[in-house]
């Protein structure tokens, strides 16, 4: 590959000098490329889908980066109503959705205009519009570095919680390989997010045909601001860069009363919205935070990278603005961006 810096390989276009980068297009070159590197522990790289929730360090990565473009769904029948749709690391999550859409397939719906690859889905339990990966999700099959070898990982023991996962603790020890869903032939989920109720202009419960609730969501999505669009102002971007944090219940009851939206997730836990924060501390779209760093023009909870922008400078912005968050309310905001290669 053409690349020798981490940059080209993320969405926010930052990161530094990389050794080998390992193309995975060909499922059946998987065992070759373990076969290349290593199959243990030590040897692990670092893996890659489109590099759209990393912060890339400036130092960059002295070992290999796997990016996984492997493209594909094979689908078996279960019974008259369900499928097992098998579908490979790099097939983008967007196309996924799509797909099952066309097929009038329901589980995936709502995940509609997510960047990034279905390989990578589990790692924080992606999730949008009331609905995460983790409620169409069977099974895994990684290659665990630890053990160095192939696994098959029931759902069951990734431990998928509101954006995250066993993946999340433990950092290079498994590559996914294939993800497998049970998708049903039926309507969509019932709708269980307002402002997706509201686009639709249905009540909170019903069930439109799956591809109404892929239109609504991508339309949703466009105008919120919450689509990556390449050629845009805001190409270079990892998305929203904290998590909605967990609040107490005294804590949801102070800060709704101040005008700020909480929800609970679907583990129970209470959470405010983490670009309210933000907002309820000065911060605005376009507003300009480091050199080359800004909030994104559509959305405060997104930051943008621009001429001059450096990881160490996106990352450094994140604490500041956590520190702030939590001076002004107690707070705390945790980073979704995973930092990935060497960070001093
Ligand atoms: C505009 C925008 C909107 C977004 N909206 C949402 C949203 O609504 N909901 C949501 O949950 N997320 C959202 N995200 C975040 C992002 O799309 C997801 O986290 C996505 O799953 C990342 O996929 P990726 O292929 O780009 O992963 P990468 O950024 O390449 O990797 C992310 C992490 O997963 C690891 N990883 C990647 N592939 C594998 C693999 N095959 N095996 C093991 N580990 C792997 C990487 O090492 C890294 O730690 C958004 C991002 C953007 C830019």
Redesign the pocket.
């Known amino acids: 590959m053409p690349h020798s810096t981490l940059a080209p390989l ?2 926010l276009r930052l990161g530094g000098p990389v050794g080998d980068i390992l193309n995975l297009a060909d499922p059946d070159d998987w065992l070759e490329l373990v076969r290349t590197i290593g199959d243990r522990q030590e040897d692990a790289p ?9 912060v890339a360090s400036d130092t960059g990565n002295e070992g290999t980066v796997a990016v ?1 473009n492997t493209r594909g769904i094979a689908v078996k029948r279960m019974d008259d109503d369900t499928v097992a749709a098998t579908v490979q ?1 790099g097939h983008p ?1 967007a196309d996924l959705v799509q797909w099952a859409a066309a097929e009038h397939l329901a589980g995936i719906e709502c995940l509609a205009g ?4 279905t ?3 589990p ?6 519009y009331g609905q995460q990966i983790s409620d169409a999700l069977d099974h895994l099959t ?1 290659w665990d570095w630890d053990m160095g070898r192939l696994r098959t990982l029931p759902a069951q023991a990734c431990h998928l919680r509101h ?1 995250h996962s066993r ?1 999340k603790n433990h ?1 290079g020890r ?4 294939t993800t497998t869903f049970h998708l049903t032939r039926s309507p969509a989920a019932p709708i269980g997010y307002q402002p997706l109720a509201d686009e639709l202009g249905l009540h909170l419960g019903v069930r439109p045909p799956v591809a109404e609730v892929t239109a609504a969501v991508l339309a949703n999505r466009c105008r919120r601001g ?3 669009d390449p050629h845009g102002p805001d190409a270079h ?4 860069v904290f998590l909605n944090p967990p609040v107490t219940a005294a804590q949801a009851a102070c800060w709704s009363a101040a005008g700020c939206p909480v929800h609970t997730d679907s583990d129970g836990q209470l959470r405010a919205s983490a670009g309210w924060l933000l907002e309820h501390i000065g911060y605005r779209p376009g507003y300009k935070i480091a050199a080359g760093i800004q909030c994104s023009n559509r959305r405060t909870l ?1 930051l943008t990278a621009h001429d001059g922008a450096t990881a160490t400078g996106f990352a450094q912005a994140l604490t500041e603005l956590s520190a702030q968050v939590k001076i002004a309310t107690g707070i705390r905001l945790q980073p ?3 930092l ?1 290669g060497t960070w001093p």
């Open positions: 993320t969405t670092l893996t890659l889908g489109h590099g759209s929730n990393v996984m690391a999550l997510i960047p990034g690859t390989g990578a889905a790692v924080q339990n992606v999730g949008a990684v954006r993946f950092p498994w590559t996914i390989l919450l689509l990556l971007q990892a998305g929203s997104t979704e961006p995973v990935v």
